[in-house]
C-alpha cells in the first residue's frame, strides 16, 4: 500500500506542479496571514488549478469564520478543508454540513492527553492531522519543523484517515513511519530551502525517501 503524501503550504504554480509530478497526493495552501506560507484567496485560485486531476487540492485555515470560508469555497476549487486552529468538535461538524467537503481536524500532540483528542475529533472529522503541538509562545499553530514524540501514537489504530506531521524531513521520514506505521504524511518545512521558501530539490528527495521507506 503507498503512503500518501501531502506537501504543505505552496505559493508557487509551478512548485504545484513539481509536487504533483513528484507523486504528492494532496497540495495544501496557507491561509494564516502571520505565515510565511500564506497565501490570498485570488492566489490560491491560481495554484488550485494547476494541481492535475487526481491530486487533493487542501485548503488550510486557522479559526476561520464563516464569512471568510464562504468565500474562500465559492472561489478556490478544493477536495477538503484543513482546520488547524482551536476549533471544536462542533465548529468541525458544522464546517462539514455547511460546505460539503470533507474536512481534516489538526491535533497538536505534546502528551498522551493530547492523544485522546484523536478519539473525540475523530467522531466528526473525516481525516485527522496528528501534528506536533506548537510551543506556548509560538507565532504559528503549526509549520513549526518541529517532531513530537512518535512513541505516543506508536502503531495506534483511528477509526479514520490521519496523516502524519510535524517535522518530517528526508532524514527522519523513513524513522515516522517504522515508529508511527503512518500510511499518509503532511510536511512543510522539510522541503523548503528557507521559511515559506519551497525547494523542488527537497520535494524530489522526500518522495523518493517515502518511496523506499514503504
Ligand atoms: O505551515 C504553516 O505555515 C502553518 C501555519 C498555520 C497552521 C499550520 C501550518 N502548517 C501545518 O503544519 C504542518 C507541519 O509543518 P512542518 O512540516 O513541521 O513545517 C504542515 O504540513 C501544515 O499542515
Redesign the pocket.
Known amino acids: 500500500m503507498d503512503i500518501r503524501v501531502?506537501i504543505?503550504?505552496l505559493k508557487e504554480p509551478a512548485h504545484v506542479v513539481a509536487a504533483a509530478e513528484a507523486g504528492a497526493a494532496y497540495v495544501?495552501f496557507?491561509f494564516?496571514e502571520k505565515?510565511?506560507?500564506h497565501v490570498s484567496v485570488a492566489q490560491a485560485r491560481d495554484l488550485a488549478i494547476e494541481a492535475p486531476v487526481g491530486v487533493a487540492k487542501v485548503a488550510?485555515t486557522?479559526n476561520a469564520d464563516d464569512a471568510f470560508l464562504d468565500d474562500l469555497v465559492a472561489r478556490v476549487p478544493l477536495d477538503m478543508l484543513?482546520l488547524?486552529g482551536q476549533e471544536s468538535p462542533e465548529r468541525v461538524a458544522e464546517v462539514r454540513a455547511r460546505y460539503g467537503l470533507p474536512v481534516m481536524k489538526?491535533i497538536g500532540i505534546a502528551d498522551a492527553q493530547d492523544v485522546e483528542k484523536i478519539d473525540i475529533y475523530g467522531a466528526v472529522a473525516d481525516q485527522l492531522?496528528v501534528?506536533?503541538k506548537p510551543p506556548k509562545n509560538a507565532d504559528?499553530?503549526?509549520?513549526?519543523?518541529?517532531s513530537f514524540d512518535w512513541r505516543l501514537v506508536n502503531r495506534k489504530y483511528w477509526p479514520k484517515p490521519w496523516m502524519l506531521?510535524?517535522?518530517?524531513t528526508v532524514d527522519n521520514v523513513a524513522q515516522a513511519v517504522k515508529m508511527t506505521g503512518a500510511r499518509q504524511l503532511?510536511?512543510?518545512?522539510?522541503v523548503e530551502s528557507a521559511p515559506g521558501v519551497k525547494d523542488v530539490a527537497k520535494i524530489k528527495d522526500f518522495m523518493r525517501a517515502v518511496k523506499a521507506a514503504i
Do not use: E
Open positions: 501531502k504543505c503550504g495544501g496557507v494564516f505565515s510565511p506560507r488550510l486557522v484543513q488547524h489538526a492531522l501534528d506536533a504559528l499553530p503549526g509549520g513549526n519543523g518541529l506531521a510535524g517535522g518530517l503532511d510536511l512543510s518545512s522539510g
